[in-house]
Nanobody
Framework: QVQLVESGGGLVQAGGSLRLSCAASGRTFSRTTMGWFRQAPGKEREFAAAISWSGGTTSYADSIKGRFTISRDNAKNTVYLQMSGLKPEDTAVYYC???????????????????WGQGTQVTVSS
């Protein structure tokens, strides 16, 4: 079993920045590919970013590429999502997820992630 706890969400003006954190426990974090997904009001959950177990490989949705950066600290069992240049369309609940299989490359497919956090709200005002 894996427990994931997100933090760092909030209200920010367009053009601003936020950093989301996700603290993991209950599994060897350093073997686990991690992802961030988001769900806007009235829309389906969508992929945002993912990072391999070592941090050496990352993947981003086109909508956030160049504005968001995913990173991890395996010593702290934490994955981060640094968000800059925020837009109102980035408003969503952001979820941290842990891949169900060790040592997998970053994936945008939500069904491959076995564990999910409770989500943190990000609201970007115009």
């Amino acid at each position: 079993q894996v427990q994931l706890v997100e933090s760092g969400g909030g209200l920010v003006q367009a053009g601003g920045s936020l950093r989301l954190s996700c603290a993991a426990s209950g599994r060897t974090f350093s073997r686990t590919t991690m992802g961030w997904f988001r769900q806007a009001p009235g829309k389906e959950r969508e992929f945002a970013a993912a990072i391999s177990w070592s941090g050496g490989t990352t993947s981003y949705a086109d909508s956030i590429k160049g504005r968001f950066t995913i990173s991890r600290d395996n010593a702290k069992n934490t994955v981060y999502l640094q968000m800059s240049g925020l837009k109102p369309e980035d408003t969503a609940v952001y979820y941290c997820a842990a891949h169900g299989v060790d040592y997998r490359l970053p994936s945008s497919l939500s069904h491959e992630y076995a564990y999910w956090g409770q989500g943190t709200q990000v609201t970007v005002s115009s």
